[in-house]
């Protein structure tokens, strides 16, 4: 893949500029007649949501603008963050036939935006919801998982009340996601559409565990739902961890999206980010944009491991991020109580297993970033059966607990994407459904 | 390098591409730069008695693709709304200067003798090639008894085109309406008159589309619209068959045509060239694109000619004539059947879904290597393209006819026809 398609013009992002910019309503119109309308299309299929894409892109080429919303969000009520965070080149994109014999899919998250943004700007809100049916349920998370589910639950005539912990809804989309992605307060602007169908109420900082437990919930609603989220971080368990100016990217990534001061100074320093994941790139593009002198992003494993997709690195790459494969940090070194580098071990696969090589190289800095995955914290959850350090859900994302099911991050499903956790928000709502009715 | 010089009714022009009676060929600015762009002829726009017409505001309409192609095109713009003398002289000036052009100028007038007559003897001395008359126009000028309101009977083509004819030594090409039941009624009748061409076909009678906020047709001139000329790539096939009918027809056969009718690549002249044309006109396509459109005509004609070994116009002239026949004689017996190339099927699956929906379901999907394998179920398909068609894949599914050692048998023959003419010769 060559160049970024559709990034804005002029090179460098900026913490406020748009990744991609929106498509005009010309262009709009000429990539919607590339779509060839495909019967059980390939696009579909590769979405987590399900979204008609062809169905929606004709509408797209008819006029029929907000009819195209209609169809994305009532598949996918985050279809306008998912059509600015999905990694499409590995989903629908990358699904699409037109990929085949151009080697240029149809740019279905961009058009998915231009009929989202049309729907949002109008200030419709095309959901109704149905008759009351005096049942409450508790949504824990007001992230991608659990305001996808409260939406749902909402429609189908419930009442739903969402804790969340932090000031604001939206998850990841609101403290996760890079700046560039979200810009003009989207993730806010996307909750506040949600919460225009009504039924839900939002209380924030409220946290499970400290401010109220699993078992005062069941007490409370008909049904809880946990969409929890990873609200810990993985440590690189190396020496020197501790060491001033080596934080969590999600910490950085959070403090920039909100506009406050970052836990460690950016600007003019050498900056270290070590992951391979979107929340690496999110983390050493977001650096240079906050005016680090230089990043360099190390990864234990070569590019084709990364969880970044290739197109999320030559992004990285393209706007000055230096991607160092192979290195796996040992220590990390300090003066005066202050990171002054990162010692690595060369790392090569031998007979499908990560070795090391002995060969050590250094790379000096000012700040080191960890994005190295987010684990659950489990607090509050009452003795709920956890697999694999996540919460256990049956194939109808229930619990161990009759009543209690979860969804997104928090649980072992797909990708850790907001689409996959708009995905099981949705399809846990019509479990819960099913489950009241019973 | 192939030669592309025409000779229709006794006009010569360097190419075959000439300019239709229009909007582009309304003055001596226009014509001009048409010239240098490299046509090969045109017809002047149409020509009227004075007092000159008076055109109204908004006057085309169009049918777009997704995309703004355009599909079709169509306008209420009436004749000419210049004085005829200012329009005659810069006819002789414009032939003066291009002698090696065409130089044909389009008339019409009310039907009688005096006006046609009149209107041809003031034309003949500006050193036109021939003339045109317009018996097509189907807006407006029909309403005042002119244009389509005389081609529409056959009657009136003949006594009008008898009348220049006695009144001109010019070649006379009669342009013919698709307005009609039966194109070949009028081409008769013109060649009854005199003509020594036919051109075809005039405009379509049309609405382009509705303005839904406006509630009235496009274009709209104050909130109201009325049917023009529908042209354009939309209007080929039509114009096709119209041609064809003439060209295969015994009492119109070998009458010079002059083919018209959305034309807008070399290979759209090339067809109609193939069916018998002359020359052929072209409008829509310079309206959109400019005259600059003549080169690639020019060049992709030449080229293709080079490729097949023709030489002339004449080596293909007509050649796909004898080809067009009666439904009635065709071969009931080839049958033809869609193969697909699964290396280059991209799994869009509209074939399938086309298949299913509408036509034979002779299509199946399989389980296939990271795609779907569509496979043709040979016994199921009648051959009848549409998956050729749907697919995006220029050569992925293509037809084979199918060898089956049949004699060709026609429906007249045929023992399903119970009122086939001769019984087929049993087999013992």
């Known amino acids: 893949m060559s160049g970024v398609h559709g990034a804005a013009p002029g090179g460098a992002l900026g913490l406020d500029r748009d990744l991609v910019s929106p498509f005009t309503a010309l262009q709009a119109m000429a990539e919607s007649s590339r779509c060839l309308y495909c019967y059980e299309a390939a696009c579909v299929t590769a979405c987590p949501t399900a979204i008609d894409i062809p169905g929606f892109i004709r509408k797209i080429g008819t006029g029929n603008v907000k009819g195209a919303a209609r169809t994305i969000l009532d598949a996918n009520i985050m279809g306008g963050t998912c059509a600015r965070a999905c990694p499409t080149e590995v989903l629908c994109e990358q699904a699409c036939v037109r990929n085949k014999a151009e080697s240029e899919p149809v740019r279905i998250g961009r058009l998915q935006r231009y009929a989202t943004d049309a729907l949002f700007t109008a200030g419709v809100q095309p959901f109704a919801r149905q008759a009351p049916t005096g049942k409450r349920v508790a949504v824990v998370g007001g992230g991608p998982a659990g305001l996808a589910c409260a939406h749902r639950l909402a429609m189908l005539g419930h009442e739903v009340t969402v804790f969340e912990a932090r000031a604001k809804a939206g998850g990841l989309n609101e403290y996760g996601l890079a700046a560039y992605k979200m810009v003009d307060d989207f993730a806010q602007r996307e909750v506040d559409f949600i919460l225009s169908l009504g039924g839900i109420t939002v209380k924030t900082g409220v946290a499970l565990g400290r401010d109220v437990t699993l078992t005062e919930l069941r007490q409370d609603f008909d049904a809880v739902f946990l969409g929890l989220g990873l609200a810990g971080t993985n440590t690189l368990g190396v020496e020197g961890e501790d060491l001033a100016g080596v934080v969590a990217a999600v910490d950085v990534i959070a403090a920039l999206r909100q506009k406050t001061a970052p836990p460690v100074e950016l600007a003019g320093r050498r900056v270290v980010v070590i992951g391979g994941g979107n929340t690496a790139i999110d983390a050493a593009i977001q650096s240079l944009c906050a005016g680090a002198a230089d990043v360099v992003l190390a990864y234990r494993r070569g590019s084709a491991q990364m969880g970044a997709t290739g197109h999320e690195q030559d992004l990285a790459r393209t706007q000055g991020v230096v991607l160092r494969t192979w290195l796996a940090p040992r220590a990390i070194e300090g003066m005066g109580g202050a990171v002054t580098a990162v010692e690595f071990e060369r790392m090569v696969m031998e007979g499908g297993r990560l070795i090391g090589t002995g060969e050590r190289v250094t790379e000096p800095c000012d700040v080191v970033l960890k994005a190295v995955g987010q684990k659950l914290v489990a607090g509050g959850l009452d003795g709920l059966a956890l697999a694999g350090g996540r919460i256990q859900v049956d194939g109808h994302l229930a619990t161990s607990l009759p009543g209690v099911y979860a969804g997104g991050d928090c649980i072992k499903s797909g990708e850790d994407l907001t689409v996959q956790s708009v995905a099981d928000g949705k399809a846990a709502a019509f479990a819960i459904d099913a489950y009241l009715k019973a | ?428």
């Open chain 2, 1 to 428: 390098m192939a030669d592309l010089s025409s000779t229709i009714a006794g006009i010569k022009s360097p190419n075959p591409f000439w300019l239709a009676s229009a909007p582009p060929t309304d003055k001596e600015y226009n014509v001009v730069r048409a010239f240098k762009a490299g046509w090969g002829g045109v017809v002047w726009k149409t020509l009227g008695e004075d007092p000159p017409v008076v055109n109204v505001s908004s006057r085309y309409g169009a049918l777009l693709d997704g995309n703004r192609g355009l599909i079709g095109f169509n306008n209420i713009e009436l004749i000419t709304d210049r004085p005829l003398e200012v329009n005659l002289r810069e006819i002789a000036a414009v032939k003066k200067a291009w002698p090696d052009r065409a130089m044909v100028v389009s008339l019409m007038a009310v039907m009688t003798e005096e006006a046609w007559a009149g209107l041809a003897r003031r034309i003949e001395p500006t050193g036109a090639d021939g003339l045109e008359l317009n018996f097509g126009c189907p807006h407006g000028m029909c309403e005042r008894g002119m244009g389509s309101a005389i081609g529409q009977v056959p009657e009136m083509v003949e006594q009008v085109t008898r009348w220049v004819k006695n009144a001109t030594r010019l070649p006379v090409i009669v342009k013919l309406t698709p307005n009609i039941t039966n194109v070949l009624w009028s081409a008769e009748a013109a060649k009854r008159g005199g003509a020594d061409a036919v051109s075809l076909i005039n405009t379509v009678n049309s609405i382009a589309s509705i303005d839904l906020d406006a509630m009235a047709p496009t274009p709209t001139v104050d909130g109201k619209g009325t049917h023009g000329g529908y042209c354009g790539p939309a209007v080929k096939p039509i114009a096709l068959n119209m041609v064809a009918e003439i060209a295969r027809n015994a009492e119109t056969h070998g009458l010079p045509i002059s083919g018209i009718g959305g034309i807008g690549t070399w290979r759209d002249a090339a067809e109609f060239l193939a069916l018998g044309c002359g020359s052929v006109q072209v409008c829509t396509a310079a309206m959109v694109y400019g005259f600059r459109v003549v080169e690639d005509m020019i060049d992709g004609l030449s080229a293709w000619m080079d490729e097949k070994g023709y030489r002339t116009l004449a080596d293909f002239q007509g050649r796909a004539v004898r080809n067009v026949v009666n439904w009635n004689d065709l071969n009931m017996n080839f049958v033809t059947k869609a193969k697909i190339d699964k290396d280059l099927c991209i799994d869009c699956g509209r074939c399938h879904i086309a298949c299913e929906d509408t036509s034979h379901q002779a299509i199946r999907i399989l389980p296939g290597d990271g795609k779907r394998l569509f496979e043709v179920v040979d016994e199921d398909c009648v051959g009848c393209n549409l998956c050729a068609h749907v697919c995006p894949v220029p050569e992925c599914i293509t037809m084979h006819p199918q060898a089956n050692g049949l004699p060709y048998l026609t429906w007249p023959e045929h023992p399903g026809n119970p009122m086939r003419v001769q019984p087929p010769q049993a087999a013992e």
